[in-house]
């Protein structure tokens, strides 16, 4: 069973799951332009932002709870840039003081409510120096989710496309063509999945046409569009 809601860490939204008796084995994280804290039963792992699908495995019986931050709202939490962690998943010790990973994981795993738990360990928490948040590159990846281009959102930032890379890198974990071609995945899954035609589909997110759609999704999902929504 899956639930989430908003978090009182600002940008970010508290997630559980617990995996039921059915569910167990192999599923698919879709790339999204986030980062999440992950505690599953005990451990406590950092999540990346990604650029391609990645097949996680779990047990039956397994529990998470998760934050997942907005694009460009983890670094400013975590206290890393970005692009140090895309891709990759990282224990918690690997990006904060291995004793306050221990701490926070012991205070979960004693927690009613490991969700709660997780919450309450990580508002305000940033145990060293790194990112702040940045209003700028949060309202370029705001006018990206909505479809507006690359261009378009340099300009209403005030800065050149090559600024504009330079300060995504640390905030998003990539340039803002690979952020927008991320965001326009979502936007393509949620409009597939609501039962819209593919062809519908393309031209609302933004593709070319529903070739181009097919390319983009298998590049980033590693399966066709039918199959993700099927």
């Known amino acids: 069973m899956y639930q989430e809601r908003l978090s009182r860490v600002a940008g970010a939204v508290l997630w559980t799951r617990t995996v039921g008796a ?35 495995r779990t047990p039956a019986g397994a529990r998470f709870a998760g934050l997942r931050f907005a694009p460009g709202r983890g670094p400013a939490v975590l206290g890393v840039p970005a692009n140090e962690l895309r891709d990759l998943r990282v224990p918690l010790d690997a990006v904060w003081p291995g004793a306050t990973a221990r701490r926070i994981a012991e205070r979960i795993g004693d927690a009613a409510d490991p969700g709660r738990a997780l919450e309450d360990a990580l ?14 590159l949060a309202a370029t990846a705001s006018r990206l989710a909505s479809g507006g281009s690359v261009a378009a959102a340099a ?7 090559r600024q504009l890379h330079r300060r995504s890198l640390a905030a998003f974990g990539y340039g803002p063509k690979t952020l927008a071609r991320v965001l326009r995945l979502q936007r393509a899954l949620e409009l597939a999945r609501r039962g819209t035609p593919f062809a519908e589909v393309a031209a609302a997110a933004g593709y070319a046409d529903q070739a181009h759609l097919a390319r983009d999704v298998k590049a980033l999902a590693g399966v066709p569009l039918g199959e993700l929504v099927g």
Request: proline share 12%.
């Open 123 to 136: 508002t305000g928490a940033v145990p060293g120096p790194g990112p702040g948040a940045d209003p700028l």
């Open 22 to 56: 059915a569910e167990g084995g192999p599923y698919r994280v879709l790339p999204d332009g986030c980062m999440d804290v992950i505690w599953r039963d005990g451990e406590l792992i950092v999540t990346g932002p990604d650029t391609r699908a990645h097949v996680a």
């Open 155 to 161: 300009r209403a930032a005030g800065l050149g496309e």
